[in-house]
């Protein structure tokens, strides 16, 4: 079992820059393949960004490449998400995910999900 609590959202405003947590409970954190999410209102929630358990290999969905950088530290339990040159489209609840299997992770099928944190882009 794992749980997850994300911090950091906020309310920036176009061109700014946040920086997402998301900490883990759960002695096999570690093993686990992580990932942020979005959904914005009166849209589906879409993967954002996947990270592999030994956080050598990541995915971004193109629109966040080059803006984004997903990393994890595993003492501390930990999966940050670094969102730089945010625009307004950014604008959404982001959630983190958790799963065994990086596969689900990327294909929104995570065994663990947090709460979610609230980001804001004014233009």
């Known amino acids: 079992q794992v749980q997850l609590v994300e911090s950091g959202g906020g309310l920036v405003q176009a061109g700014g820059s946040l920086r997402l947590s998301c900490v883990g409970s759960g002695r096999t954190f570690s093993s686990y393949a992580m990932g942020w999410f979005r959904q914005a209102p009166g849209k589906e929630r879409e993967f954002v960004a996947a990270?592999?358990?030994?956080?050598?290999?990541?995915d971004y969905r193109d629109s966040v490449k080059g803006r984004f950088t997903i990393s994890r530290d595993n003492v501390e339990k930990k999966v940050s998400l670094q969102m730089n040159n945010l625009k307004p489209e950014d604008t959404a609840v982001y959630y983190c995910?958790?799963?065994?299997?990086?596969?689900?992770?990327?294909?929104?099928?995570?065994?663990?999900w947090g709460q979610g944190t609230q980001v804001t882009v004014s233009s």
């Open positions: 995910a958790a799963d065994s299997r990086r596969t689900a992770v990327v294909d929104g099928r995570a065994d663990y």
């Open positions: 990270i592999s358990w030994n956080g050598r290999s990541t």
